[in-house]
């Protein structure tokens, strides 16, 4: 009597546990990767995107200055995320708005930035700065004056 | 029976989810984040004030749009009857930290001074000149 009532309670969890599995909506909560636009849908989540947040910089770079990069980031899903880090893209070149001669030498150099707590809430878009994360070295070109520049970055974040 | 399974249950739910229970999504993105360069503003026009062939050179800070000051500034002296522009006593050569510089040895004449801000290699427009020094 004893020994059927365990299987069935063992039968029960063992059902539940996969049907988690099989829905996909336990093991998705794990890992997802990707970059770009996407796309929601049920038991996925999209990864963020980043737009342009160059009409919200403020000048503050000159030769051998600290300054300011602007981020900007959508969250599509349905649930509010916090980043941790921003980083310079593997291989990335810092461009500037100003050409040839700048983007030669722009003398911009970013620092990764990590155990941040950036907060982007469901379906919004947060635009952040991250202080003293760029610096500008005397290498910099006479051209870059007044240029905006590109940092290519990847961020990592996780619902919250 | 039971102390058999419910260890076997529990060590394949940690490999199944190594992460606990708690974990949350996982969520990464690629794009570009945006900085600003300043720029250098306007030299100010500078005064000479003249005792013998030694040229003392004044003049006030440039600032950045945004504000701060240049590093430095460069002096240039110009004939003032053709506007050309002369080898400059070793004194004011060079970037110039200062807001002043002495140039001697001006040969006699009629001269005009200006100041163009530096910082490294970045130029800003030059000064406008100044009045007439006569040696």
Not at chain 2, 53 to 73: D, M, R
Not at chain 2, 77 to 100: D, E, K, P
């Amino acid at each position: 009597m004893v020994t059927i009532r365990l299987s069935r309670k063992l039968f029960v969890v063992l059902a539940a546990v996969a049907a988690l599995i099989v829905s996909g909506s336990l093991l998705a909560a794990w890992n997802t990767t990707g970059s770009g636009n996407g796309f929601a849908k049920a038991g996925t989540a999209s990864a963020l995107t980043i737009g342009d947040a160059s009409a919200s910089t403020s000048a503050d770079l000159y030769p051998g200055a600290t300054g300011a990069v602007k981020l900007k980031v959508t969250n599509s899903n349905s649930f509010p995320v916090r980043i941790t880090s921003v980083t310079k893209q593997v291989g990335g070149t810092i461009t500037s708005d100003k050409g040839a001669a700048c983007n030669a030498s722009t003398g911009v150099t970013f620092t990764d930035q990590t155990g941040l707590a950036l907060d982007v809430a469901a379906g919004a878009t947060s635009t952040f700065t991250l202080s003293g994360a760029v610096s500008m070295s005397n290498a910099s070109d006479n051209t870059c004056q007044g240029a905006i520049f590109t940092i290519p970055v990847d961020v990592t974040g996780a619902s919250n | 029976m039971r102390r058999r399974l419910l260890p076997l249950l529990l060590a394949a739910a940690a490999v199944a989810f190594p992460g606990g229970a708690a974990a949350a999504w996982a969520l990464h993105g690629s794009g570009s984040g945006a900085a600003k360069a300043k720029t250098l503003g306007s030299g100010n026009a500078p005064s000479g004030s003249v005792s013998g062939h030694k040229v003392i050179v004044t003049w006030t800070a440039s600032s950045y749009t945004n504000g701060g000051t240049a590093a430095g500034y460069i002096i240039n002296r110009y004939n003032a009857t053709t506007g050309v522009v002369q080898t400059i006593g070793s004194a004011c050569t060079g970037t110039i930290a200062a807001l002043t510089c002495t140039e001697n040895g001006v040969p006699a004449g009629s001269w005009q001074y200006t100041v163009t801000p530096a910082t490294a290699n970045w130029r800003g427009p030059e000064s406008v000149k100044s009045a007439v020094v006569v040696v």
